[in-house]
T-cell receptor
Framework: GAVVSQHPSRVICKSGTSVKIECRSL??????MFWYRQFPKQSLMLMAT?????????EQGVEKDKFLINHASLTLSTLTVTSAHPEDSSFYIC????????????FGSGTQLSVL | QQQVKQSPQSLIVQKGGISIINCAYE??????FPWYQQFPGKGPALLIA?????SEKKEGRFTISFNKSAKQFSLHIMDSQPGDSATYFC?????????FGTGTSLTVIP
């Protein structure tokens, strides 16, 4: 299957700092990328959808000024958590669709963010 | 409103047994139904998927059964193994919209 690379896999930071998470589609061009947040033992909560070259569409309740998404190319999307606080601690996962099986959605390996 | 309802929340199966996870949806516009497997600390991995013009799809020990009239689909894991212990998510998709079930935690005991 297609490969989506996400890093870092784990990050610990101090409150008030910003953290950038990268998501890359390694062997296909991702026309659309998605960012999710997942709490322990819960389902995936969609945060935003981004298409290459355009602004991301955020889900209701997600602060776009806090969670900055940049989909600069067909293979790279970044999520920056600005001025992180302990309540932002969570597991963040990106996904991408595109390539041969356009309807298929492939996930990155996730980033565990811990804000102290 | 939960677009995709998944049950059970958790499931314990003996090694060699059959694991069955069920999902139901309402929106008839959905045209793609994937299942994902997620291990702790990892992202979900696409396991198997089906489109509504097919009633069953089998890949190895994994089978999706799809009932279009009932708007239900299920994942069957035959000869379940301890290595299958994970959380499974069903999903339904239309266009760029993906809706996930709440997940089923499967434990296969030796």
């Amino acid at each position: 299957g297609a490969v989506v690379s996400q890093h870092p896999s784990r990050v610990i930071c101090k409150s008030g700092t910003s953290v950038k998470i990268e998501c890359r589609s390694l062997d296909f061009q991702a026309t659309t990328m998605f960012w999710y947040r997942q709490f322990p033992k819960q389902s995936l909560m969609l945060m935003a959808t981004s298409n290459e070259g355009s602004k991301a569409t955020y889900e209701q309740g997600v602060e776009k000024d806090k969670f900055l998404i940049n989909h600069a190319s067909l293979t790279l999307s970044t999520l920056t958590v600005t001025s992180a606080h302990p309540e932002d601690s969570s597991f963040y996962i990106c996904s991408a669709r595109g390539g041969q099986g356009v309807e298929k959605l492939f996930f990155g390996s996730g980033t565990q963010l811990s804000v102290l | 409103q939960q677009q995709v309802k998944q049950s059970p929340q958790s499931l314990i199966v003996q090694k060699g047994g059959i694991s069955i996870i069920n999902c139901a949806y309402e929106n008839t516009a959905f045209d793609y139904f994937p299942w994902y497997q997620q291990f702790p600390g990892k992202g979900p991995a696409l396991l198997i998927a089906i489109r509504p013009d097919v009633s069953e799809k089998k890949e190895g020990r994994f089978t999706i059964s799809f009932n279009k009239s009932a708007k239900q689909f299920s994942l069957h894991i035959m000869d379940s193994q301890p290595g299958d212990s994970a959380t499974y998510f069903c999903a339904a998709s239309s266009g760029n919209q993906f809706y996930f079930g709440t997940g089923t935690s499967l434990t296969v005991i030796p």
